[in-house]
């Protein structure tokens, strides 16, 4: 009877909470015109209004792309420092030996470690968000593909986490690197900021992704435009359209 009672008041609660949820998303919903653009300040703002939430969120962001991701020659992937932080504390992981290794220490890496950093990945042990190697240390890290690649974390030389600067390497993606990489339904999606943050930091965070997004733009094969749309709202709110000329103008 006691576990039935249990059972009937963790339903209540979870009915409870999924209910306040939905009218904090429908209170946010009713400021933005879903069939309009927004300049990128006016889109900050809205999503600032609507962020009432106890915790800070997230503040997302997401870029329809004109193109085709099947197609090897029209990737898009990178990696950019955000101006202001992302509001969260990134933890490193950095394969390297002797001074190098303790250069990495020194700049603030979390984990450091060769072989026996691969053995605690392989057990599973992966409490960290980034993963750096020096260039000598890529035939340890090369058998981590099956367990760092689906996860992005795999060091990438294009990504500057393969590098032999591991104390550069280590301040960048501190400060608050944002990873992007097309999906398959030619959509990237990345988290660069919180709510808590000022409107300019947020706006600022925006345009320099936006702008690293263009900077990886392929070469060729292209049909149309490549930026598409481009939105960006909170954990638990609606999307905001940003017009593409105030993003360009800011």
Do not use: W
Not at 8 to 25: M, N, P
């Amino acid at each position: 009877m006691a576990k039935k009672k249990e059972e009937s008041a963790t339903a209540a609660k979870g009915k409870k909470e999924k209910v306040i949820g939905g009218k904090r998303y429908a209170a946010a919903a009713k400021l933005i015109d879903r069939s309009k653009s927004y300049t990128l300040a006016d889109a900050v703002k809205l999503v600032k209004q609507g962020a009432k939430t106890k915790y800070d969120q997230t503040v997302d962001i997401a870029i329809n792309l004109g193109v085709d991701p099947k197609q090897s020659d029209q990737q898009v992937r990178g990696m950019v420092a955000m101006p202001n932080g992302i509001g969260k504390t990134i933890r490193v992981a950095v394969f390297a030996r002797g001074d190098k290794a303790a250069d990495a220490l020194k700049a603030g890496a979390d984990l450091v470690g060769a072989d026996d950093l691969a053995e605690k990945i392989l057990k599973g042990e992966m409490n960290f968000d980034r993963c750096i190697a020096t260039p000598d240390m890529m035939g340890v890290v090369g058998k981590l593909g099956k367990v760092l690649g689906p996860r992005g974390l795999m060091p990438n030389p294009k990504l500057g986490t393969v590098t032999p600067n591991v104390v550069e390497a280590v301040k960048v993606a501190k400060s608050g690197q944002v990873e992007f990489r097309v999906e398959k339904a030619a959509i990237i999606h990345a988290g660069l900021a919180k709510a808590s943050f000022t409107e300019e930091a947020i706006a600022q965070n925006v345009k320099a992704f936006v702008d690293a997004v263009n900077k990886a733009k392929p070469a060729g094969g292209i049909k149309g435009n490549y930026l598409k749309k481009v939105s960006i709202s909170t954990t638990m709110g609606p999307g905001v359209k940003i017009d593409l000329a105030s993003l360009n103008a800011a």
